[in-house]
């Protein structure tokens, strides 16, 4: 019997694709499966922090015990948009300690939130009515790897290059990017944004944008009557993986995004958005579309720590000085790695997440081409030229480029960092 030939449509072909983060999660879970041995630098995986896996099992075990509320949360489907009671304790949290004007019809509950940016983004862009067709701004470049590929269309992203500072000064080898407003600005002018989005802290480089830089974002998409999507999947007001100063944001024109993710709880695919009403609602209406529902588990886990206000203790307290530790150790490790092999280098200032953005010059071969030879060292990275796109150029620096997990076990990390050092001064001669 001949082989069956199937023919997918046009956004069938385009999300069943190669793409940057299928490669990433697949490169992944693979090794975590089938190689053991593999250091895992790539990824964003947090790491088993004790402290707060220990909470985790203590609430589980309340979870267990209540027998009634765990057949609620293993039994029952909650509205598409979010269990009740978990959208009125967070709303009146946020209401409570920030000031704002926010209610549960502000909020919706996703799968993760790669599905909160599926959904936001072809809301918000695409083609409309009168053969309009509207892209996202991302105003800093690079940014997130799993943005890359959602639009259901192609050329959906418009990327500002940044600007490098040396906040120390070169020989610190820390570079630091910023946002070229009067780039930015260009961009809008074009007239077909639908919306600007950036994460903060940055995935990947850790960078987060200070106060002043979300507020400027943010006057200039209400001049244009323009959503802002700010992603803090590892910020504020929770996780809280920051190590500079950072206030949490929200208006009324901004849609923010948090997770359960970077807490320590990425199976439980417990994504959040804070919204205009409307957006919040269509959201909603996505998830009953694509899932039905959302997954019960990983609100109920946290609900007594969103009524109580512990989750907005967990990250200074105990995520905080773990990750920063962690980042303390493997930037000494660069330092004495990298400097060792004779490398003309630098990292991005480790603001927040848990990355190390390594900038290799004199590279002779690009990154791509730098991480297959890591893997097959048993190091797995991302490449850098992953998280260009958008740009219009072909920015010489995007090759240069490699994104670093150091979040995992200390001794994987120093491994990965030093082979990473062999097979670039291997790369630059």
Known sequence: MAPVSYEFSLSGRKLSAHSGI??????????????????????????????????????????????PGFERMMVSYDPPQGNPRFLRAL??????????????QNLAITNGGQSAFFFLFNLLAGH??????????????PEYIGYADQGLEPHFFVACQPQIEWPQGRGAKVFKYKIDFAAVERALARGDIGAIAVSRP????????????????????????????????????????????AKPFWAPHVILTLSLSKLGLPGTRTGIVIAPEPIAKAVGALTAIVGLANGNIGQQLVLPWIESGKILELGPQLLRPFYEARGRQ?????????????????????????????????????????F????????????????????????????????????????????????????AAKATR
């Open 22 to 67: 299928l490669s990433l999660m697949d490169d992944m879970g693979r090794a975590l499966a089938l190689d053991p041995g593999m250091r895992m630098l790539g990824g964003g995986n947090p790491a088993v922090v004790p402290a707060m896996q220990a909470l985790v099992r203590e609430r589980m075990a309340e979870l267990l015990a209540d027998e």
């Open 372 to 423: 297959e030879r890591l893997k097959a060292r048993q190091v797995l990275t991302v490449p850098g030229e992953y998280f260009f796109y958008g740009l219009e150029a072909d920015w010489p620096h995007r090759h240069e480029c490699l994104r670093m997990n150091f979040s995992r076990e200390p001794e994987a990390v120093r491994q990965g960092y030093q082979i990473i050092a062999e097979e």
């Open 128 to 141: 409309f009515e009168g053969g309009r067709r509207k892209k996202i701004l991302l105003p800093l470049a």
């Open 330 to 370: 493997a930037a000494a490790w660069a330092r004495e790695y990298f400097d060792a092999a004779g490398l003309d280098w630098a990292l991005h200032a480790n603001e927040g997440a848990f990355f190390h953005w390594l900038w290799l010059k004199n590279l002779k071969i690009s990154t791509r081409e730098l």
């Open 91 to 104: 709303a009146d949290l946020l209401r409570r300690e920030f000031g704002w004007d926010i209610g549960p």
């Open 202 to 245: 940055t995935n990947p480089t850790g960078n987060v944008l200070t106060d002043a830089e979300v507020a400027r974002l943010s006057d200039l998409a209400a001049a244009r009557n323009l959503p802002l999507i700010l992603d803090n999947a590892y910020g504020a007001p929770f996780p809280g993986v920051l190590f500079v100063p």
